[in-house]
C-alpha cells in the first residue's frame, strides 16, 4: 500500500515536486550531519582531556596546579560547576562519561541524518530525473522513476514471499532439529575461565571507569561486559554463555545471544575492552566471505565529508571484516 501511495504521489507530482521534496530532504538532513560532526569532535576531545587527567594522576602532578590547561581539565562538562576539591582521576573519569554521550549523540544524529538522506538513495533518484526524456519540467510523471518504484515493489514482493519461504523452512527445521545450546557457547578452558572471573572482579572494582554505572549489575549477574548499547549491554558468563543484559533502568530480563553476527561483534569488541583476554577472538572459518557491508576492511563507508564516522560507528561484522557464508537450505 505504501508504494501504491508512493506510485501515485509520483505519477501527479512528477519532477519537480520530486525535486522540491529532495532538496527539502537535504536541507533538513544537514544539521543533523553538521551536529554528528560537532559531537564527534567533542567525543575526542574529551577522551584526550581524560587521557591529559590520567597522566597527571600517575606523575603526581597537585589536584590545584595554576595553569590555563589545569582550569579547563577541572571543568568537566557534565558537572554544573567546576569542583572545588578532588583528583585528576575523578575528574578523567568525568571527561570519560561526557565522551561517551557525546559519541551516543553522534550516532544518534547521524541516523538520523541518513534516513533523510534515503541512505544515500537521492542520487539514484536524480539520475533517474536526470536521464529521463519525459522530466521536462512541465508536471508530467517521470517514466524511470515510475518504473523504479513499480520494480521496487515488485522486488520487495518477491523478498517478502521468499522471507516467508524461509521462515515456514526454519520453522521446520526447528521442529525436526531442535538447536544445540553449545552453539551459543564459548569453549573455555579451566585457566581462560579463571582469566575471565578475575577480569569480572577488576572490572567491578575499577571505581574510576566511565562504566561504573554497571558495576552493580555486573556483579548481580555475575558477567563480563564485551559490548555497551543503548538499552544494555552484551555479556560473557564465565561458562561461555553469550547473553543480553539490560540496564537497571530499562525493561526485560537477560537474554541469550543466538545470532552469530551479534555474537562474534561482542567477542570481538571484548578484545578491544579487554586486551588481555585476546582467546576471545572468534576464529575466522575457512569459508567465510567479506562483510559485504564494509568489504572486508572492519569499518563501514560514509558518504564525502563524514569519513571520520568510520573510526566510532561499529561495522554489522562487527570490525572483523568477514563473516560467515550464509547456508543454502536443502
Not at 530532504?25 to 564527534?40: F, K, S, T
Not at 577480569?199 to 567491578?204: L, S, T
Request: glycine share 8%; net charge positive.
Amino acid at each position: 500500500m505504501i508504494f501504491v501511495v508512493a506510485f501515485v504521489a509520483v505519477a501527479f507530482g512528477g519532477g519537480p515536486a520530486i525535486n522540491r521534496l529532495r532538496l527539502c530532504c537535504i536541507e533538513r538532513a544537514n544539521p543533523h550531519y553538521l551536529m554528528a560532526y560537532l559531537c564527534g569532535n567533542e567525543s575526542t576531545l574529551f577522551t584526550a582531556r581524560a587521557t591529559t587527567c590520567r597522566r597527571w594522576a600517575s606523575r603526581g602532578i597537585p589536584w590545584n596546579r595554576a595553569t590555563k590547561e589545569a582550569e579547563t581539565l577541572r571543568l568537566c562538562p557534565e558537572q554544573m560547576e567546576a569542583p572545588t576539591s578532588g583528583s585528576w582521576l575523578k575528574q578523567a573519569a568525568g571527561w570519560e562519561r561526557a565522551a561517551l554521550t557525546a559519541q551516543r549523540a553522534m550516532s544518534k544524529q547521524w541516523r538520523v541524518a541518513r534516513i533523510y538522506d534515503l541512505w544515500g538513495l537521492w542520487p539514484i533518484i536524480e539520475f533517474c530525473l536526470r536521464i529521463d526524456p519525459f522530466n521536462q519540467g512541465n508536471g508530467m510523471a517521470p517514466l524511470s522513476l515510475l518504473v523504479l518504484f513499480f520494480g521496487l515493489w515488485l522486488g520487495l514482493r518477491a523478498i517478502g514471499r521468499l522471507m516467508k519461504i524461509g521462515w515456514e523452512r526454519r520453522s521446520r527445521s526447528k521442529v525436526e532439529n531442535p538447536p544445540q545450546l553449545k552453539l551459543n557457547h564459548v569453549d573455555l578452558s579451566l585457566a581462560q575461565r579463571e582469566k575471565v572471573e578475575r577480569r569480572i572482579a577488576e572490572f567491578i572494582e575499577d571505581s574510576t571507569s566511565i562504566y561504573a554505572h554497571v558495576h552493580e549489575t555486573v556483579a548481580k549477574a555475575n558477567v563480563l561486559p564485551l559490548l555497551f548499547d543503548w538499552t544494555g549491554f552484551m555479556a560473557l558468563r564465565p561458562e561461555g554463555e553469550i547473553v543480553y543484559v539490560p540496564y537497571v533502568d530499562e525493561p526485560g530480563e537477560i537474554e541469550q545471544v543466538h545470532d552469530e553476527r551479534l555474537r562474534n561483534m561482542g567477542l570481538f569488541q571484548g578484545t578491544k575492552l579487554h586486551p588481555e583476554l585476546e582467546f576471545l577472538l572468534p576464529p575466522k572459518p575457512r569459508d567465510a566471505i567479506a562483510c559485504p557491508d564494509c568489504r572486508g576492511s572492519g569499518r563501514p563507508t560514509f558518504p564525502p565529508g563524514q569519513e571520520h564516522l568510520s573510526g566510532v560507528v561499529i561495522c554489522s561484522c562487527g570490525g572483523l571484516g568477514w563473516v560467515s557464508k550464509p547456508q543454502t537450505s536443502k
